[in-house]
């Protein structure tokens, strides 16, 4: 597959993209550039959805791994994702951006439930969705539940923003000389276990034939010049 043009995407960002340079938390001035990364792809013409990690607040894996019980961590990041969503939803109205935040944990003082019927309707009329909470349950990644909205809301494709721009064989800020991928596989990229997202969401993705574009999100500008074709990305899809 080439580059070609969507109408409905998923936007997935990791938590730490909120931070800007703070040790953790939310950047409000990192938010708003996010935000007007959003509206400017907005602007094209997309139906947009997006979904945050909480990983600026608090992951569950790792508070697993210091003694915590699993699946209570997993809450408290999930409840994390949803203080994400609410600093973008924040941000995004504030340069216009219709938003409506749907939560998979039930808080109806703060945002709606998941509904799919309904987030369709948000989306035809021009808003943003942001799906916090994850899938709801313990033991998935956002990773997971990004993928899971994606198929369920029949995306186009999967766009990952991160620090880097695509997939490599090897880190590219460790290993001199790492080669990005324009283009990969899905079982290619289960097979080298490259990591590009958790393995449950790269299977969900490519049992939907659902591409996911990996981009650098840091960079200014960069989500519009990807979806115009114009940016550095590696797309992961179904090989013929």
């Known amino acids: 597959m080439t580059r070609q043009s969507f109408k409905r995407i998923l936007l997935k960002l990791s938590g730490e993209a909120l931070m800007g340079s703070n040790p953790f938390g939310i950047d409000p001035q990192t938010v708003a550039d ?6 400017s792809a907005k602007e094209q013409g997309l139906e947009l959805c997006l979904v945050i990690g909480g990983g600026n607040i608090f992951r569950g894996m790792a508070g697993a791994a210091k003694g915590m019980d699993r699946a209570q961590a997993d809450y408290m990041g999930m409840l994390a994702t949803v203080m994400n969503a609410l600093a973008m939803q924040n ?10 935040v749907q939560s998979a944990i039930k808080m109806d003082q703060v945002c709606e439930p998941v509904i799919r019927r309904r987030a369709e309707r948000h989306l035809a009329k021009g808003r943003v ?19 899971l909205r994606a198929a369920e809301m ?13 997939v490599y064989d090897s880190d590219p800020k460790t290993t001199v000389g790492a ?12 097979g080298d ?7 449950s969401a790269v299977a969900l993705c490519r049992d939907n034939d659902i591409p996911i574009v990996v981009f ?4 200014s500008g960069n ?12 797309i992961v899809q179904n090989e013929e």
């Not at 996010?34 to 509206?39: D, F, N, P, S, T």
């Not at 995004?92 to 938003?99: A, F, K, R, S, Y």
């Not at 276990?193 to 393995?199: E, G, I, P, Q, T």
């Open 216 to 219: 650098n999100i840091r960079q």
């Open 223 to 234: 989500l519009a010049r990807v979806l115009a074709g114009e940016g550095t990305a590696t």
């Open 34 to 39: 996010l935000a007007a990364e959003v509206k």
């Open 91 to 100: 941000a995004l109205e504030q340069i216009g951006v219709e938003t409506r």
């Open 154 to 166: 029949k995306c186009d494709a999967l766009f990952k923003g991160t620090s880097v721009d695509g």
């Open 179 to 190: 080669k990005r991928y324009e283009t990969i596989g899905f079982d290619r990229v289960l």
């Open 129 to 147: 969705v942001i799906f916090a909470a994850g899938v709801g349950s313990p033991y998935f990644t956002t990773d997971t539940g990004a993928a």
């Open 193 to 199: 276990d490259l990591r590009v997202m958790d393995a």
